[in-house]
């Protein structure tokens, strides 16, 4: 895939919506194409963040490992949710870890590329930050909301 194709996926996904021709370059030049196989972890709980994805096609979930037991399931993400924000804050780990449901399509971008023209230019840096809380404080409320309907002990209101 051309990187024009992937500047014009970026131009009208709703996650950019409204960003800036000039950062669309950026990001599209900061980003590959990711082939994932069913039951592929694509990165572990604790390890260094340096990447985020948007999910073109497929599903990818969410977890949290447990110490014993199943892993938990935060959610389930599929066609065009943007995955992964550790890349963006200190120290750069994942929270989470991901697993592909099914054989999926990804961009993968690099968040240690997009960092430094985030240092080079705050207006980008600020943009992203805005599209980015707002995405973090999603997977924690999932998280959350998730952990709670698991535990559920007697009395709890």
Same mark, same amino acid.
């Given at each position: 895939?051309?990187?024009?194709?992937?500047?014009?996926?970026?131009?009208?996904?709703? =996650?950019?919506?409204?960003?800036?021709?000039? =950062? #669309?370059?950026?990001?599209? !030049?900061? @980003?590959?194409?990711?082939?994932?196989? *069913?039951? $592929?972890?694509? =990165?572990?709980?604790?390890?260094?963040? $340096?990447? =985020?994805?948007?999910?073109? !096609?497929?599903?990818?979930? %969410?977890?949290?490992?447990?110490? %014993?037991?199943?892993?938990?399931?935060?959610?389930?993400?599929? *066609? $065009?949710?943007?995955?992964?924000? @550790?890349?963006?804050?200190?120290? &750069?780990?994942?929270?989470?870890?991901?697993?592909? %449901?099914?054989? @999926?399509? #990804?961009?993968?971008? $690099?968040?240690?590329?997009?960092?430094?023209?985030?240092?080079?230019?705050? *207006?980008?840096? &600020?943009?992203?930050?805005?599209?980015?809380?707002?995405?973090?404080?999603?997977?924690?409320?999932?998280?959350?909301? *998730?952990?709670?309907?698991?535990?559920?002990?007697?009395?709890?209101?």
């Amino acid at each position: 895939m051309s990187k024009q194709p992937i500047e014009d996926y970026l131009s009208s996904h709703a =996650f950019f919506h409204e960003l800036d021709d000039r =950062f #669309l370059k950026i990001l599209s !030049n900061s @980003s590959a194409v990711l082939e994932i196989k *069913k039951g $592929d972890i694509l =990165f572990h709980q604790g390890e260094c963040a $340096d990447k =985020f994805y948007l999910l073109r !096609n497929g599903q990818v979930s %969410v977890q949290v490992p447990a110490l %014993v037991g199943p892993t938990l399931e935060i959610q389930a993400l599929s *066609k $065009d949710q943007i995955l992964g924000w @550790s890349w963006l804050i200190p120290p &750069y780990r994942w929270h989470f870890q991901a697993r592909a %449901v099914e054989d @999926s399509e #990804l961009l993968e971008l $690099d968040g240690r590329a997009i960092l430094v023209h985030c240092e080079e230019d705050p *207006k980008f840096g &600020y943009e992203l930050l805005k599209r980015f809380a707002g995405l973090m404080s999603e997977r924690l409320d999932a998280a959350r909301q *998730k952990m709670m309907d698991q535990w559920d002990p007697p009395g709890f209101a």
